[in-house]
């Protein structure tokens, strides 16, 4: 898969950006916006789009009657999974929370959630803390910002994160706590 420059990655979140705005105005409901937190410039690739795959897949079922659109677009940020639900804002934000917490995979998904006016609504909002490193107990914004892990090292905890997902767990059930 292809290697994207720094550029294009802007350009990507922009685009993303404008279409959770067009997405916000059609459907009229809250959107959650699933992606891989994956470092470095080739963001698509097999393991990311495995584990948007089978993700999405859990959170769909968690959502089903809920989903009134679902869109899977891969590129320069990875595959990112956008889907409009018709449900509270804030219960989804702490649907989106739970995941993140409590799935073994959860940690390597950024589950955004975004309210009527096109508003990311934060975890701090809802009383969490910020979200942990995947290598330290830092937070993870600090640990980006100031580079600590090498761009290896996160890649190989993702790997082996759903390496063992795959062989430890049923990945088609969708009770959190069980995998």
Not at 33 to 53: A, H, Q, S
Not at 71 to 99: M, S
Not at 114 to 141: H, M, T, V
Request: aromatic fraction near 8%; glycine fraction near 6%; include cysteine.
């Amino acid at each position: 898969m292809r290697e994207y420059t720094a550029e294009e990655i802007l350009a990507a979140r922009e685009e993303r950006v404008d279409l959770i705005g067009e997405l916000r105005k059609r459907f009229k409901t809250p959107l959650l916006v699933m992606r891989v937190n994956y470092p470095g410039l080739k963001k698509t690739n097999n393991l990311t789009v495995n584990i948007i795959e089978d993700m999405s897949r859990l959170i769909c079922a968690e959502l089903s009657e809920k989903i009134c659109w679902k869109l899977l677009r891969q590129g320069a940020e990875g595959p990112i999974v956008y889907l409009a639900v018709d449900k509270d804002v804030w219960a989804l934000k702490t649907i989106a929370i739970n995941f993140e917490e409590k799935h073994s995979m959860g940690r390597c998904l950024d589950l955004d959630v975004y309210d009527l006016e096109g508003r990311s609504l934060g975890r701090k909002e809802l009383g969490y803390p910020g979200r942990k490193c995947y290598l330290c107990e830092d937070y993870a914004q600090h640990c980006v910002r100031a580079r600590r892990h090498s761009e290896g090292d996160v890649i190989a905890y993702i790997e082996e994160k759903y390496r063992t997902y795959r062989k430890h767990s049923d990945y088609r059930k969708s009770a959190y706590g069980r995998n």
